[in-house]
């Protein structure tokens, strides 16, 4: 069973910074699609970034390409998400996911393990 445990969320100002950290465990780390998410209340969940690690292939969506980033420390099983120039429009909840052995990987496909998720909050 792939678990995942994300951290790093908070409150930023407009223009600011945070990292999300996501730690994996039950799985072979070098073979994961492994994605963010975030959901805004009452709407669907959006993928924004994703990264295949066995090749450190990445993905963004439009909306946060050029400002955030999706990253792995392999000897820590943990996957990272930078987020800079963060912009109002990016408070939402943050979600890690993971399909443990997928090469098609894209924050647009379907993820069978998630977090808890962890709140960012990015004031003007």
């Known amino acids: 069973q792939v678990q995942l445990v994300e951290s790093g969320g908070g409150s930023a100002q407009t223009g600011g910074s945070l990292r999300l950290s996501c730690a994996v465990s039950?799985?072979?780390?070098?073979?994961?699609?492994m994605a963010w998410f975030r959901q805004y209340p009452g709407k669907a969940r959006e993928g924004v970034a994703s990264?295949?690690?066995?090749?450190?292939?990445?993905s963004y969506a439009d909306s946060v390409k050029g400002r955030f980033t999706i990253s792995q420390d392999n000897a820590k099983n943990t996957v990272y998400l930078e987020m800079n120039s963060l912009k109002p429009e990016d408070s939402a909840m943050y979600y890690c996911?993971?399909?443990?052995?997928?090469?098609?990987?894209?924050?647009?496909?379907?993820?069978?393990?998630w977090g808890q998720g962890t709140q960012v909050t990015v004031s003007s």
């Open positions: 996911a993971a399909e443990p052995g997928s090469r098609w990987c894209s924050p647009y496909r379907y993820f069978t393990f």
């Open positions: 039950g799985s072979f780390f070098s073979r994961n699609c």
């Open positions: 990264i295949y690690t066995a090749d450190g292939s990445t």
